[in-house]
């Protein structure tokens, strides 16, 4: 069993920064790759950035310069710095870790980009 949860989600205001963290936990002994997508109201959920197992990372275009994907192989989590932050980031945020050929989602956390 693997459990993965996501954390760091608020309401921020534009230009402002957050940090998301996700860990996962249970049977973690081959992770991948992981990644953070985001799903807006009425919208698909969305890569926001990737990285693989050795922290090559990769990111949307709309967040590039912005956000920075980083991860900590020993404590199995991944982290989301997010600067300048703007009203079309607001979006549950989720983290997928993959182990093998099977992906792990986390239940998500809120992001709220408003003054």
């Known amino acids: 069993q693997v459990q993965v949860v996501e954390s760091g989600g608020d309401l921020v205001q534009p230009g402002g920064l957050l940090s998301l963290s996700c860990a996962a936990s249970?049977?973690?002994?081959?992770?991948?790759?992981m990644g953070w997508y985001r799903q807006a109201p009425g919208r698909q959920r969305e890569l926001v950035a990737g990285i693989t197992s050795s922290s090559s990372p990769n990111y949307a275009d709309s967040v590039k310069g912005r956000f920075t994907i980083s991860r900590d192989n020993a404590k199995n989590t991944m982290y989301l710095q997010m600067n300048n932050l703007k009203p079309e980031d607001t979006a549950v945020y989720y983290c997928?870790?993959?182990?093998?050929?099977?992906?792990?989602w986390g239940p998500g956390t809120q992001v709220t980009v408003s003054s």
């Open positions: 249970g049977s973690t002994f081959s992770i991948n790759a």
């Open positions: 997928k870790v993959r182990i093998v050929l099977s992906d792990y």
